[in-house]
């Protein structure tokens, strides 16, 4: 299964490829001279929490969809006939570690393309090292919508050479809630906000409460409330909340908080009269079981869900071979995260084929790979992703609600609805509040 | 007196050929080790400025981060908000000058106490600058930081210069002229009466008092002398390594110099700088070469505690004796 799909995929991009490079005619010029495929296995560093409060939702599941790829990869005879080594990196140890760390991959391990970073701190610190070091790097998890954006719009693209992010950001998961908040429940009177404190949690507000204010200006925040990093005890900010009476409650909660404060919230009966809505809930109700709320809105940070099936018939192949071949190694249903591994590591591989068959042949050069992800699109187990002349990916965004059904341990997303890339990215070179400021 | 001053002079010598060698480093190593060793030398700084502290003055603290966070975010910070005042002969000085306030300030605080009490005053004062830099997020950057670009320097700008260039050339020797000043200023501070006077303290805080030493205000002055280095390590640190976080204020990140030092031995001058060099290459290449990093350095402290006390400078220089003695 998985090497007939790879196999037609393959071919297609070989005539898709060959025809834009004949329609330029310009083939060696902009493509450079690639050299001899090499005889020895591509080196490919995973960077992914491998300890911490970062490595169970996140890590370990991205971690893991790198091994499972590189060897479906190696098994349909690697990238150009070269294997994949695949070297897994723990991104703990803080961001000056994470430099040293990637300077160390780039120049001294000499590895060929660097995927990895789950944190937006790693990916701001990291990702200006790939010009610095002539090395390609591809951020593969991180949400900051600052880290492909200038100071101001319209601002210069790209923003780095060599350094790309195979996902869109975390202004489609915020920009996907408020659009559904405003399709499915147009009569709300009041929201309020639960994020972290920290930068993660002020920018996903930010983005929220600014789209929010566009769409349904008639619909007031009566509270904010910012918890620390790592909390263990919601019980003050779930009575805060329910004595706001809300209708809904925005959060970009994630991993043991997530799950704390949904087990405390159910614990004080939080979800008889308030909905919660997570702008990246979705690996939490598989977590929880059977004891995650109905009826809670969840965002799944693109199109990154195992029940759902893209609309293009190569990537619902993809989707059915990769959720069986991840539930048979790991006896769990892909999250979020592992999507997002497979769209850095897939990404990588099709630019190389990318900017070898442009060439002609042969091993493409760094410039070549990284003009190839340029504009690069390509069927992945959540749709077409493509990746934009920003580097940025560009994603469509799904959005549902909990429900239990016999069928799984676990409520699954019910209500979905899928939004387009364009109505939840921002244009090139747009800031995200900025473009959804001039929304009209 | 003679025969004292011999081994003195001696040791002068030895300290100026390593300087010397200091000076070929460039030629000799690859850039990416050049980059690291560049790490190692900004950690000796801090190394040297925390055991000013710890081995002169017997205050453990685990709260220096916050004297590097202060140099690291001065830097930063004026590269933000000032740019047109961002060039290193001014940083420097700005970034020894935070430092200096801050440690006068949580310093008054700490100095109050010793021992245990000492060291979680020190722990919580910094885990305070954290807060607000983690917080203060607009301003700060919080968890992600802030990008720090190249700076100019007297008056030369590095556009277009890249990095890695940038710190294998002229900020490389500018780095080694900061070490050298620091570490003769520092070796003059300990063999000073100030020094001998830290280390009457440390061995016996009564007596101390009673030769008429003003015990709480020497351990201020070596306090705010302390966070200026660490601070001044702090602010050279951020060119090499291009990106400051909230993190830098940590306990975790103190424990970590806490840990060089102890690797090194703070029993002796040059520890700090012998356990700066080596912990920046054990953390990388643990790091580099297994998953379980961490245990790998939980493992080295535990051998070190057990087996080496007074840390790898320690042993050579006890070894050192010993053959000496010996023969």
């Not at chain 1, 992945?380 to 493509?386: E, F, R, V």
């Not at chain 2, 390590?233 to 993190?247: E, K, M, P, S, Y």
């Amino acid at each position: 299964m998985t090497k007939e799909v790879s196999r037609r995929k393959f071919l297609k991009y070989m005539g898709a490829t060959a025809l834009t490079a004949g329609s330029l005619g310009t083939t060696s010029k902009v493509w450079g001279q690639a050299k001899p495929i090499p005889k020895d296995p591509i080196k490919i560093a995973a960077v992914s929490f491998l300890t911490g409060a970062a490595a169970a939702p996140f890590g370990i599941p991205g971690d893991n969809t790198y091994k499972m790829c590189a060897d479906m990869i190696n098994k349909e005879g690697g990238i150009l006939g070269r294997k994949i080594d695949l070297q897994s990196k723990d991104e703990a140890g803080g961001v000056d570690a994470q430099v040293k760390l990637c300077r160390k991959l780039i120049l001294e391990d000499k590895v060929d393309v660097v995927l990895g970073y789950i944190s937006s701190a790693s990916c701001l610190a990291v990702l200006p090292l790939s010009d610095e070091l002539g090395g390609l790097i591809i951020a593969y998890d991180c949400g900051t919508h600052e880290l492909m954006e200038g100071a101001k719009s319209p601002f210069d693209i790209p923003k780095f050479k060599l350094g790309f992010r195979s996902k869109a950001h975390l202004g489609i998961d915020n920009i996907a809630l408020a659009l559904y908040i405003k399709k499915y429940y147009p009569n709300i009177k009041k929201v309020a906000g639960i994020n972290q404190d920290y930068a993660w949690g002020r920018d996903s507000w930010l983005i929220f409460e600014t789209a929010m204010k566009k769409l349904m200006p008639q619909v007031q925040v009566v509270k904010t409330l910012w918890p620390p990093l790592g909390n263990t005890d919601f019980t003050a900010h779930i009575s805060a909340l329910m004595g706001s009476e809300p209708d809904i409650v925005h959060s970009s909660l994630w991993g043991g908080d997530a799950v704390t404060f949904s087990k405390q919230a159910l614990g004080m009966g939080f979800f008889k009269k308030i909905r919660m809505a997570y702008s990246r809930g979705e690996p939490y109700p598989q977590e929880v079981g059977k004891d995650y709320p109905e009826g809670q809105i969840i965002c799944c940070a693109g199109t990154h869900y195992f029940l759902h099936t893209p609309k293009d018939k190569t990537s619902a192949d993809l989707q059915k071979t990769f959720v069986t071949e991840y539930h048979k190694r790991y006896g769990k249903y892909p999250s979020y995260p592992c999507y997002h591994a497979y769209q850095a590591i897939y990404a990588y591989k099709h630019a190389v084929e990318k900017a070898s068959n442009a060439a002609g042949g042969g091993w493409p050069t760094i410039e070549a790979i990284s003009k190839a992800l340029t504009g690069l699109s390509f069927p992945t187990p959540s749709g077409i992703l493509t990746i934009r002349e920003d580097h940025n990916g560009y994603e469509d965004c799904l959005v549902g609600v909990s429900k239990l059904t016999p069928k799984y341990p676990f409520p699954i997303l019910d209500k979905t609805e899928v939004f387009p890339a364009a109505q939840v990215n921002p244009p090139v070179g747009t800031k995200t509040v900025d473009w959804i400021n001039s929304w009209k | 007196m003679g025969l004292k001053n011999k081994p003195n002079y001696l040791r002068w010598i030895v300290y100026l050929i390593l300087f010397i060698a200091l000076l070929f480093i460039p030629r000799i190593l690859s850039i990416h080790d050049l980059m690291l060793f560049e790490y190692g030398l900004t950690f000796a700084i801090v190394g040297l400025g925390f055991n000013l502290l710890l081995g002169y003055t017997g205050l453990l603290s685990f709260g220096h981060g916050a004297y590097f966070a202060a140099g690291a975010y001065s830097v930063a910070m004026i590269a933000k908000y000032l740019p047109q005042a961002y060039s290193i002969e001014i940083v420097i000085p700005a970034a020894l000058f935070f430092s200096l306030i801050l440690s006068i300030i949580f310093g008054f605080v700490c100095v109050r106490h010793t021992k245990i009490f000492f060291s979680i005053l020190a722990l919580s004062l910094s885990m305070l600058l954290f807060a607000l830099l983690f917080k203060l997020y607009h301003i700060t950057g919080g968890s992600d930081g802030l990008r720090v670009p190249l700076p100019t320097m007297f008056g030369f700008s590095f556009k277009g210069i890249r990095r890695p260039e940038f710190l294998s050339g002229t900020y490389y020797y500018f780095l080694l002229a900061m070490f050298a000043i620091s570490f003769v200023v520092m070796k003059g501070i300990v063999s000073s009466p100030f020094g001998k006077a830290l280390q009457a303290i440390r061995d016996n805080e009564v007596r101390a008092e009673l030769i008429g030493i003003r015990v709480r205000r020497y351990r201020l002055y070596a306090f705010c002398i302390s966070g200026m280095f660490v601070g001044l390590g702090g602010a050279l640190w951020t060119f090499v390594n291009g990106h400051v976080t909230a993190d830098l204020s940590h306990w975790v990140f103190s424990g970590e110099i806490v840990y060089m030092t102890l690797l090194g031995g703070f029993g002796i001058f040059e520890g700090p700088i012998v356990g700066a060099m080596i912990f920046t290459y054990l953390k990388l290449y643990a790091m580099g070469h297994t998953e379980y990093w961490m245990f790998v350095i939980g493992a080295t402290l535990i051998v070190l505690v057990l087996l080496l006390p007074s840390g790898v400078a320690g042993a050579f220089s006890t070894l050192w004796r010993r053959t000496i003695k010996g023969n």
